[in-house]
């Protein structure tokens, strides 16, 4: 079984955009990541993550290893904010984190190139499975 220090020696020297509206859930949820990941920047809606994402790739030419992502966000919502990145860069890996799971929404997600979901609050277990499977298979 993986642990949070298998995922952390995977992630240790990648950059990450997450993009959530909920201070208090961005907060709890960055200091997590910032364990994981050697930059984590962070954007409180689509539309400044999107600008995140922008600028980012015109500092160090370069994407983010890894985008996660809210859907429901005020200004720009995340599948607004994952349809363009992914229409400039269809290889952008991307994760939804959103308290919606209703079979629909997880269908579009999957169809429009998200290559993975998980729930509020963080279940530890559940992101480690989901880590795993998207930054151990390059």
Do not use: W
Request: hydrophobic letters at 40%; aromatic letters at 8%; charged letters at 25%.
């Amino acid at each position: 079984m993986m642990t949070i220090n298998d995922i952390k020696r995977v992630t240790q020297e990648s950059s990450m955009l997450f993009v959530e509206d909920d201070n208090d859930l961005r907060e709890n949820t960055e200091n997590i990541f910032k364990h994981l990941f050697k930059n984590v920047y962070i954007a409180n809606d689509g539309e400044a993550g999107l600008q995140v994402y922008k600028q980012f790739h015109q500092d160090n030419r370069i994407n983010f290893d890894l985008i996660v992502t809210d859907i429901v966000m005020p200004n720009m919502d995340g599948i607004e904010m994952i349809k363009e990145i992914l229409e400039n860069n269809p290889a952008q890996k991307i994760i939804v984190y959103s308290a919606n799971n209703e079979k629909e929404f997880l269908v579009e997600l999957n169809d429009i190139g998200v290559v993975g979901f998980f729930r509020k609050p963080i279940d530890m277990d559940e992101l480690i499975t989901i880590f795993n499977k998207i930054c151990t298979h390059q």
